[in-house]
């Protein structure tokens, strides 16, 4: 008898999916806590405006993308005849998102307050430039996904990944040391944990998820220690509550554009970051077995970003970079359609805040913290050995930026103190000036340092002058290095003293050393070369 054709049955739910779940939606619920943490106890935000205006649109451009990646692993199935296809992980982008809360949103809201804005409107008027940052970084990224493979090998990976190390270090885990310190025996429990799991490799008991035992130990230990200050710092009694939210699209965006054009310098290279790092995953994904197409991947994740921008959203969503690890679950689709959904109706039905809110700072500190340390970890593993000095390089415009954001705080150096010691006598470039000048732009700054002492490791020293050139034309604007100290865009013309020594004394340095390589490109010993210096 001929043998009659079964139709094709993708499996797509396995018991790998629980895991699979477990795993990418406590990503996605670790992120969303940074954010919380770093706007309410960083910078005093309304709690309110974060639960019920942010974390719905947030949350809805996690489920959008998490459905469609989803249906992508049951295309694909179909289409390869396999049943064993893992759908790509899609999740919250953690640079990005704590980065724009310490870089963008959260000084954004004291800048509004301090210029006379009542506390609800300032953070009304922040989500608002939130919402409009998502949208300018979902319509660049949107852009970005026709020319990912170009962008890609235009800037060196010293440059690309040396900037967001930079931020990792300084802006990420510099701060939550504090955290843990304020609170020590918590602190440093859930910080033990965390390292002994997910730095020295070592398995809990019972193969308890390293993240989900110190947030529940830590936790635990806050509510038994706290209340009878045993545990170090100040005891906020539990008042979590659910605050309920739809993702209703609106054009309350426009609202917060001009104030968002501002912080391109700081935003789109966070786009340009998730555009390379989703080359990179489904290139990874497609080594497992699994050939997605990588525009169809890029696209997705552009389109979910400008989805969640429209509905009041303001972190832009990623592939993530586990999808082998999560194939060697044994997970399918069911994890992907299971977080979007759990991840997606907890933004709107509000129980995604009530869990956030459970969790003390102490115990989300030491995730912070190795977070950071691993994205700088990263971009020196990631980077030829020899251009460590390149990845080093672009971290000095972020530490400009860390110590500018401190500065500026009223509560620990007074407006007013502040302001006369960027207008300084006796310097035609006060110190303080050039502190400001060197952090703003802070991202954009560090890939083209990072690119430039790449080329130049790699004597392509006349490229490396490219670099130079493009700091020179986009300093003189205030691009980058703005002489403002809320970093807005400008004809140099316009500026008064000593503001506009900045475009030209930078601008003209970059020159000068362009030329000066470009001159020496033509020299026997650049022609020859040597052997670079071992780090």
Not at 265 to 273: E, G, R, W, Y
Not at 313 to 339: C, E, F, H
Not at 361 to 369: D, F, G, K, M, S
Request: net charge positive; charged share 10%.
């Amino acid at each position: 008898m001929a043998e009659t054709n079964k139709p094709f049955k993708y499996e797509w739910f396995t018991m790998g999916d629980i895991n699979g779940f477990f795993g990418l939606m406590f990503d996605n619920m670790t992120v969303i806590s940074f954010l919380a943490g770093i706007l309410i106890f960083g910078f005093g935000f309304p709690a309110d405006i974060v639960y019920k205006k942010m974390f719905p649109g947030t949350a809805f451009g996690v489920l959008f993308g998490d459905l469609v990646y989803t249906w992508m692993a049951f295309r694909l199935a179909r289409k390869t005849g396999n049943p064993r296809v893992t759908a790509m992980p899609l999740g919250l982008d953690a640079p990005s998102t704590i980065g724009l809360a310490l870089a963008v949103l959260g000084p954004a809201f004291l800048s509004f307050k301090a210029a006379g804005m009542p506390e609800h409107d300032a953070a009304m008027m922040t989500w608002y430039l939130g919402m409009a940052t998502m949208v300018l970084t979902g319509v660049f990224k949107f852009a970005f996904s026709f020319v990912g493979g170009w962008l890609q090998k235009l800037v060196p990976q010293a440059g690309l990944l040396g900037s967001l190390a930079g931020i990792g270090l300084a802006l990420i885990a510099f701060g939550p040391i504090a955290e843990i310190f304020g609170m020590p025996i918590v602190g440093l429990i859930a910080f033990g944990l965390i390292i002994y799991t997910l730095v020295a490799g070592i398995k809990l008991p019972r193969r308890v998820p390293g993240v989900l035992g110190a947030v529940v130990i830590g936790t635990v230990l806050y509510y038994l220690l706290a209340p009878h200050g045993l545990a170090g710092g100040t005891y906020q009694g539990l008042t979590a509550q659910l605050q309920f939210g739809l993702p209703v699209p609106t054009l309350d965006f426009l609202k917060g554009m001009h104030e968002a054009l501002r912080y391109l310098p700081i935003s789109i290279p966070f786009a340009i970051l998730t555009v390379v790092g989703g080359i990179n995953v489904t290139e990874s994904a497609r080594v497992a077995g699994d050939d997605f197409r990588t525009r169809d991947i890029l696209l997705t994740e552009a389109v979910a970003t400008l989805i969640a921008g429209f509905c009041g959203g303001v972190a832009q969503s990623t592939p993530y970079i586990g999808q082998p690890a999560y194939k060697a679950m044994d997970a399918r689709a069911g994890y992907t359609l299971l977080t979007g959904i759990f991840i997606g109706l907890g933004g709107f039905l509000g129980y995604v805040g009530f869990i956030v809110q459970l969790i003390p700072q102490a115990v989300i500190a030491p995730i912070l913290v190795f977070v950071g340390l691993d994205i700088t970890c990263q971009a020196f593993h990631a980077c030829p050995r020899k251009h460590a000095p390149a990845v080093a390089l672009a971290f000095f415009p972020t530490v400009a930026r860390l110590i500018q954001i401190k500065l500026s705080d009223p509560s620990l150096v007074p407006a007013a103190v502040f302001a006369r010691k960027l207008v300084e006598t006796g310097k035609a470039l006060p110190d303080l000036l050039v502190t400001v000048a060197l952090g703003n732009g802070f991202i954009l700054t560090g890939m083209l340092w990072g690119a430039f002492l790449a080329k130049l490791i790699d004597r392509q020293v006349r490229s490396a002058a490219g670099y130079l050139l493009a700091c020179a034309a986009l300093t003189f604007f205030g691009i980058i290095h703005s002489a403002m100290p809320n970093g807005d865009m400008y004809f140099p013309w316009t500026l008064q003293a000593p503001a506009n020594q900045v475009p030209y004394q930078f601008t003209l340095g970059y020159v000068a050393l362009a030329a000066l390589l470009f001159v020496l490109s033509f020299t026997r010993e650049v022609r020859e070369g040597h052997a670079p210096a071992h780090y």
